[in-house]
């Protein structure tokens, strides 16, 4: 004898009469999906909260400097020397000059190499470290060589030498400089990297059903190296802003360029230090550090994010009563 289907245990309810099929609930993109667990990865973690805030600031006052420092920088229309006052923040040059509009306007030019040598040099590691890698035997010892031989070189002996022959050159030429000598540690982090992901199912899967090999390098590799290539950007960008604060600040470069680099190269030249007037070498210093920790803060913040071996330890708070 049959039972009726209703009295099957754990069979599906029959729908009322004139009731169709519950609509089927609209899925969230997978690019909104990971956007929304970046988010709230940022907001629980302190590091990544803190250095995003920081970043954010120096990237609006890059934005809008006209906002902040009505003064143009390179006006020397001042009482030349001039200190602290409600008209002139940090006071004034030699030349008469507003060292509030020099620091702010001078921090456009320090993120956009920031921002450019950290996705320049990130996009070339990534081609070279992970197409070697990948493609192995010529690729791989050819590049391999061209990547150990830039790892033995001094890097900022390099770059001095580099750019004393373009000297008084502008920004883009330093962007150039940085870019061409900064690539090689982080394209041999992504080939140990990806050496270590080669042989995994997912590719020999995408390998079995006849797909390209930069298909597979594009589609496949990449996406799951994620967080390192994060990691490998905010490295370069911090990099990136100690190198060209370095090379401006000794002289190699535009000395006429509004930067904290050259802000700190001209403070040098006339002893700030010793006149009065340590403002003028005080305040790009403070603004190269901010920015390096913004950088770092949001490094390790990713590195916690994307290990949880290197997330801290949080007490959470028992509730109810405490056992005696």
């Known amino acids: 004898m049959s039972m009726p289907i209703s009295s099957i245990p754990g069979a599906a309810e029959p729908l009322p009469a004139g009731a169709g099929p519950a609509p089927a609930r609209r899925s969230r993109r997978p690019a909104s999906n990971a956007l929304a667990r970046l988010g709230r990865a940022v907001r629980s973690n302190r590091k990544a909260t803190a250095g995003t805030v920081l970043l954010v600031i120096f990237v609006l006052v890059a934005l809008f400097p006209g906002v902040i420092a009505h003064d143009s920088p390179a006006a020397d229309a001042y009482t030349p020397r001039l200190g602290l006052t409600t008209g002139h923040l940090l006071g004034t040059t030699s030349l008469g000059q507003d060292m509030w509009a020099q620091l702010v306007y001078g921090t456009r030019d320090m993120l956009l190499i920031a921002f450019v040598v950290g996705l320049a040099t990130t996009a070339i590691a990534v081609l070279i470290g992970v197409g070697a890698a990948y493609l192995g035997g010529l690729w791989d010892g050819v590049l391999g060589v061209v990547?150990?031989?830039?790892?033995?070189?001094?890097?900022?002996?390099?770059?001095?030498?580099?750019?004393?022959?373009?000297?008084?050159?502008?920004?883009?030429?330093?962007?150039?400089?940085?870019?061409?000598?900064?690539?090689?540690?982080?394209?041999?982090?992504?080939?140990?990297?990806?050496?270590?992901?080669?042989?995994?199912?997912?590719?020999?899967?995408?390998?079995?059903?006849?797909?390209?090999?930069?298909?597979?390098?594009?589609?496949?590799?990449?996406?799951?190296?994620?967080?390192?290539?994060?990691?490998?950007?905010?490295?370069?960008?911090?990099?990136?802003?100690?190198?060209?604060?370095?090379?401006?600040?000794?002289?190699?470069?535009?000395?006429?360029?509004?930067?904290?680099?050259?802000?700190?190269?001209?403070?040098?030249?006339?002893?700030?230090?010793?006149?009065?007037?340590?403002?003028?070498?005080?305040?790009?210093?403070?603004?190269?550090?901010?920015?390096?920790?913004?950088?770092?803060?949001?490094?390790?913040?990713?590195d916690e994010i994307g290990n949880p071996a290197l997330r801290p330890v949080r007490r959470t708070r028992t509730r109810g009563k405490r056992a005696h």
């Open 147 to 302: 990547t150990d031989v830039l790892l033995v070189i001094p890097l900022f002996p390099l770059l001095i030498v580099i750019a004393a022959y373009a000297h008084s050159s502008s920004t883009w030429v330093l962007i150039v400089v940085i870019t061409a000598t900064s690539w090689s540690y982080t394209a041999r982090q992504l080939r140990s990297q990806a050496l270590s992901l080669r042989s995994r199912d997912f590719l020999e899967a995408a390998r079995v059903r006849g797909e390209r090999s930069i298909y597979i390098i594009v589609n496949e590799l990449i996406p799951t190296m994620t967080s390192l290539i994060v990691a490998s950007f905010l490295t370069n960008a911090l990099y990136a802003v100690l190198f060209a604060s370095s090379l401006q600040f000794i002289g190699l470069g535009n000395p006429n360029t509004q930067s904290w680099g050259t802000m700190l190269y001209w403070a040098q030249n006339e002893a700030a230090l010793q006149t009065g007037q340590p403002m003028w070498a005080i305040a790009p210093g403070a603004c190269i550090a901010a920015l390096g920790a913004a950088f770092a803060l949001l490094n390790y913040a990713f």
